[in-house]
């Protein structure tokens, strides 16, 4: 009884799908800075609406698998650009119009278009391409990765135009945590990372109550595991109580750049206790992202950190560095290693080599 007061409550704030098949299909990651970002190209907020509406409502959608996701890029500034999704839209203009190029399997930051299609198509082309997916996969075919990408381009029937001209400009990752102008007058956001993720309910309290007095009362979380308090005219009372509630209001702070699953305190398939040690090695170096793994599921990170921790044993971790030329982690740099070594390790590296 108590969950399903729970559900009611969450589902009464609008916290929940329109309906119970249509959960686990609701896979659609915006900028968190959507329709106040300074840069963007469009608000995506009223197609990403249309979009939710159609996976929700739509019985047919609701066969895809609960990880099938869908990006839709209005080219904000404040934007995670190298999270994999099934299927990406992202805006530029060409000529003057405004225009949606998309992939499939992949992402903007890192891969190239396969075609565009103008901006008031959106929608129809979600549409067109997840139908096309469902037409043609098997039932072991469950991500757009499974199929070949010229198969379902070819039965697309949708008039598509070529991608010629689109560029994505990276995305400024210091913009997640700090207060910025907004593209209304006078406006500011505030944006802040809940310390290796876990936010508590003081914390979120606080935060909501800072929306409700300084924001127009809505909080929006980002892909950093943080949050963003939109439409403030007063940003630094709002920074200033963000910080006593526990959150992480600038990236010097020694944990802005750690990351860390749930770990072995959490979850049985975690060789380490990830998250306390993220705090130990935080304490040991500072200045490159770490992103410590209990296992190699990397529940806490769809992109690959500079650096990866992978847990062996408790307390032990093999070294990873990001390298392009090498899939998951990166390349191998050292096996077993202490926290305490591993902190000596990154301490004397170069800052340089760590993003190679
Ligand atoms: S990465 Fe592994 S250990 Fe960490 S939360 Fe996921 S399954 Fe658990």
């Not at 299909?25 to 329709?35: D, E, H, Q």
């Not at 698998?65 to 990406?88: I, N, P, R």
């Not at 997640?176 to 990372?193: D, E, H, I, S, W």
């Amino acid at each position: 009884a108590e969950q399903e007061a729970l559900i009611a409550r969450l589902l009464a704030a609008g916290l929940g799908p329109s309906n119970a098949g249509g959960d686990d299909v609701r896979n659609l990651m915006l900028s968190p800075s959507a329709g106040i970002d300074p840069q963007m190209l469009f608000d995506t907020r009223p197609l990403a609406a249309q979009i939710l509406a159609t996976l929700e409502n739509h019985p047919r959608f609701h066969e895809l698998s609960a990880k099938f996701a869908v990006q839709l890029d209005g080219g904000e500034d404040l934007a995670m650009l190298e999270h994999h999704h099934d299927l990406w839209l992202s805006a530029f203009v060409r000529h003057g119009e405004t225009l949606l190029a998309f992939g499939l399997a992949g992402c903007p930051g890192l891969d190239a278009p396969l075609a565009a299609v103008p901006l008031g198509q959106g929608l129809e082309l979600v549409v067109a391409v997840l139908e096309t997916f469902l037409d043609l996969a098997t039932p072991e075919q469950m991500r757009m990765r499974h199929l070949p990408v010229d198969n379902v381009l070819s039965h697309l029937r949708l008039p598509l135009l070529p991608a010629d001209g689109f560029t994505r400009p990276p995305s400024d990752a210091s913009l997640q945590v700090g207060t910025y102008p907004q593209v209304q007058k006078n406006q500011f956001y505030v944006a802040a990372l809940a310390p290796l993720g876990r936010l508590d309910p003081t914390m979120l309290k606080g935060a909501a109550q800072l929306a409700s007095d300084y924001g127009d009362g809505t909080l929006r979380f980002t892909p950093w595991q943080g949050v963003l308090v939109p439409n403030v005219e007063k940003p630094h009372a709002v920074t200033e109580r963000l910080a006593q509630l526990g959150f992480i209001c600038s990236l010097g702070h020694p944990l802005a750049r750690m990351i860390a699953c749930t770990g072995s305190s959490g979850c049985a398939k975690g060789l380490a206790d990830t998250k306390a040690d993220a705090v130990q090695l935080a304490a040991l170096q500072s200045g490159v992202e770490v992103h410590l793994s209990g296992c190699p599921r990397s529940c806490a990170a769809a992109h690959t950190a500079p650096v990866t921790l992978l847990a062996v044993s408790p307390g032990h971790y093999d070294l990873y560095f990001r390298d392009a030329a090498q899939p998951g982690f990166g390349r191998l740099h050292a096996r077993t290693l202490s926290i305490e070594a591993a902190g000596a390790l990154l301490r004397a590296r170069p800052r340089s080599n760590t993003d190679d």
